[in-house]
T-cell receptor, first 114, second 115 residues
Framework: AQSVTQLDSQVPVFEEAPVELRCNYS??????LFWYVQYPNQGLQLLLKYLSGSTLVKGINGFEAEFNKSQTSFHLRKPSVHISDTAEYFCAVSEWGGSEKLVFGKGTKLTVNP | EAEVAQSPRYKITEKSQAVAFWCDPI?????LYWYRQILGQGPELLVQFQDESVVDDSQLPKDRFSAERLKGVDSTLKIQPAELGDSAMYLC?????????????FGPGTRLTVL
């Protein structure tokens, strides 16, 4: 069975600073990897996904993530954050050839301060 | 842009009462998911439909929860009787059902409070 660990429950940063949200996963088979964002009282929106190929994946709103198979990590980065990036971020995995069920981490609350 | 619709957005009920949530996926999406998100946690899959058939309901508490998607379009999730521990956000998602995996699109959710 897969599992996802998001190492930081809360990350406070100042506006225009860089940010990295960490995600590690565990699985006995190959996986697909995802980052979703959730704004208050809303559903989840896909930021980016890794399926195969280049390990550096670019997503919406200036976010990118890098897949590292040896470290089983998929950390999310943004070089300069805005107040509007304040939200909860979820890392998720699904198995290759499986039912496409997403297994989520517990989330990281990003707070961008002026 | 097409969206997943859910209703109601908020529901307050007393324990032992019955509650029902409705989801209308994006038109043409064959796969529909119901997730439960407890406060401070990530979403957890309750049930997955492919058209009108259940693909995975291994985490659905079947003694009190039921889900249906009779015509393979919209879906209803029911809880009877509700318990205090059922307080959570219930999220519906849909995807085209293509292999691959396909992107799941989430609705705004129904926030349930059980008193």
């Amino acid at each position: 069975a897969q599992s996802v660990t998001q190492l930081d429950s809360q990350v406070p940063v100042f506006e225009e600073a860089p940010v990295e949200l960490r995600c590690n996963y565990s699985s006995s088979v190959s996986v697909y990897l995802f980052w979703y964002v959730q704004y208050p009282n809303q559903g989840l929106q896909l930021l980016l996904k890794y399926l195969s190929g280049s390990t550096l994946v670019k997503g919406i709103n200036g976010f990118e993530a890098e897949f590292n198979k040896s470290q089983t990590s998929f950390h999310l980065r943004k070089p300069s954050v805005h107040i509007s990036d304040t939200a909860e971020y979820f890392c998720a995995v699904s198995e290759w050839g499986g039912s496409e069920k997403l297994v989520f981490g517990k989330g990281t609350k990003l707070t961008v301060n002026p | 842009e097409a969206e997943v619709a859910q209703s109601p957005r908020y529901k307050i009920t007393e324990k032992s009462q019955a509650v029902a949530f409705w989801c209308d996926p994006i038109s043409g999406h064959a796969t529909l998911y119901w997730y439960r998100q407890i406060l401070g946690q990530g979403p957890e899959l309750l049930v997955q439909f492919q058209d009108e058939s259940v693909v995975d309901d291994s985490q659905l508490p079947k003694d009190r929860f039921s889900a249906e998607r009779l015509k393979g379009v919209d879906s209803t999730l029911k809880i009877q009787p509700a318990e205090l521990g059922d307080s959570a956000m219930y999220l519906c998602a849909s995807s085209r059902g293509l292999a691959g995996p396909d992107t799941q699109y989430f609705g705004p959710g129904t926030r349930l409070t059980v008193l």
